[in-house]
């Protein structure tokens, strides 16, 4: 057959399987030459329909929730690794990546974990000695399985004029030094792994400026790091190619690498850090004229990702579909979202279109 007929065909093809619904082609091979495009998972995506997707176009995932403190050990201080070693092995099985999220958070992690027996707040140093030994098990246990982690999620103040999380355990107990310490931990359990510091609104020029001067610091004193996440929980209005391109610019210019780790665009204007009695409490249905900016959106952000791709390592979704997203239900109780590429049928939203046709 001459070249010009396949090459017409293709695009036939592909434009009628997309109308059918069945997208013809996989984002992870579309996007192969850029970065890993990675997916968040619980056990219940490991079956079904689920798997399909996630085998055809995923090339990396990270466990929602599996991997975090609160799943991984118990009260008793028994290693609970189980559903975090079914998506592992999930992952090596199907020759998917596995990022590790998450060591050390105020969240997910339970209340005993900074208490001695009698129910006290750890001493500094009691502290740290329970975060080197529960860094050196996991680490341990992940070893070649995980090929990064989020050893830090979202130590930095929200709060402008604020350089560190104050209200926390973590901070109360150690002040900021246990930040510190978790990477070093983490590089003395496995030299091998790339250690990440994740957190959100990283678009925020100020709050980013406070990620930089922190990891500057690290760097000055020989503390090890390896690259940043951005979560990248963004929503049609707040992520520009502008603020987007800036942050990516600046944490690379630490000669660190760049992860968006938690994607989605919401389609509502939710601001972190608003008490819900505050948050608008509008519903909307999921129109055309809002698919299309929220393709808008996704074919933007993918336009700087891929421009950036020397800097940008991975880029992963905070879930597969529509039908199971944390936004739904989590800001405001009972308000449905629609952040993700697909419906909650499994088919691919204009979104998915958009970030594939370049
Ligand atoms: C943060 C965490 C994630 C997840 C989301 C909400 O971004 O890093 O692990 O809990 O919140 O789903």
């Known amino acids: 057959m001459p070249q010009r007929t396949i090459f017409l065909l293709s695009i036939f093809i592909f434009t009628a399987c997309n109308r059918t619904g069945e997208p013809a082609a996989s984002l992870a091979e579309k996007y192969s030459a850029y970065f890993p495009i990675g997916v968040a998972i619980s056990k219940a995506h490991m079956e079904g329909h689920d798997t399909v997707l996630i085998k055809k176009h995923f090339a990396s995932i990270t466990a929602e929730n599996d991997m975090k403190p609160e799943r991984t050990i118990n009260k008793n201080g028994e290693f609970t690794f189980g559903a975090g070693d079914q998506i592992a092995s999930f992952a090596s099985e199907n020759d998917i990546m596995a990022r590790g999220h998450t060591l050390v958070w105020y969240n997910q992690t339970d209340e005993w974990f900074y208490r001695d027996s009698m129910g006290n707040l750890l001493s500094k140093e009691k502290m740290l000695e329970r975060l080197e030994w529960y860094i050196g098990e996991v680490l341990d246990h992940y070893r ?49 792994v790339k250690l990440f510091y994740n957190d959100y ?158």
């Open 201 to 358: 609104n990283l678009i925020d020029p100020v709050k980013a400026e406070k990620v930089y001067k922190m990891v500057k610091d690290f760097q000055e004193r020989g503390i090890p790091i390896d690259g940043i996440g951005m979560q990248g929980h963004w929503t049609l209005e707040d992520v520009t190619a502008e603020n987007l391109s800036k942050s990516i610019d600046l944490f690379a210019s630490l000669g660190l690498e760049v992860q968006i780790t938690e994607l989605d665009v919401s389609i509502y204007p939710f601001y972190h850090n608003i008490a819900e009695e505050y948050l608008p409490k509008e519903k909307r249905a999921f129109t055309d004229e809002i698919e299309q900016m929220q393709a808008k959106k996704y074919a933007e952000i993918f336009r700087v990702l891929r421009e950036k791709s020397d800097k940008v390592t991975n880029v992963t979704f905070w879930g597969l579909a529509d039908n199971n997203t944390w936004l739904s239900n989590y800001f405001v109780k009972g308000r449905t979202d629609y952040p993700l590429l697909f419906d909650t049928e499994y088919q691919p939203k204009s979104a998915f279109e958009a970030i594939m046709n370049f």
């Open 144 to 192: 070649g399985k995980v090929y990064a982690w989020d050893v830090v999620n979202e130590a930095i103040a929200y709060e402008p004029d604020k350089m560190f999380r104050e209200d926390i355990d973590w901070f109360r107990i150690c002040g900021p030094e246990y930040i510190e310490k978790a990477f070093v931990y983490a590089r003395e359990a496995d030299p091998e």
